[in-house]
Nanobody, 115 residues
Framework: QVHLVEFGGGLVQAGGSLRLSCEAA????????AGWYRQAPGKQRDLVAQ???????NYVDSVKGRFTISRDNAQNTVYLQMNSLKTEETAMYYC?????????WGQGTQEAVSS
């Protein structure tokens, strides 16, 4: 069983930065594809960024150039550096971890961007 715990959410002003981290306990993190999703109130959960076991990254167009996803396999941790944050990016941010057919989610961390 895999347990994911996110850290780093909070309140930030528009234009500011936050760094999220997600630590995985259990499972084979080094071979997993890890990602960050977000869900605003009343909306669906959408992919923000993803990183494969080989380090290839994928971003939703709206965050390209502002967000950076990275991973530290020795620490079983995936990070999301978010810069130039916008008010519309206020959401619950969730860590995701996929190994083969298995899909795991963290409990989420709330981020709020004020104007």
């Amino acid at each position: 069983q895999v347990h994911l715990v996110e850290f780093g959410g909070g309140l930030v002003q528009a234009g500011g930065s936050l760094r999220l981290s997600c630590e995985a306990a259990g499972g084979r993190f080094s071979v997993a594809t890890a990602g960050w999703y977000r869900q605003a109130p009343g909306k669906q959960r959408d992919l923000v960024a993803q990183i494969t076991s080989g380090g290839n990254t994928n971003y939703v167009d709206s965050v390209k150039g502002r967000f950076t996803i990275s991973r530290d396999n020795a620490q079983n941790t995936v990070y999301l550096q978010m810069n130039s944050l916008k008010t519309e990016e206020t959401a619950m941010y969730y860590c995701n971890y996929v190994v083969g057919m298995d899909n795991f989610w963290g409990q989420g961390t709330q981020e709020a961007v004020s104007s």
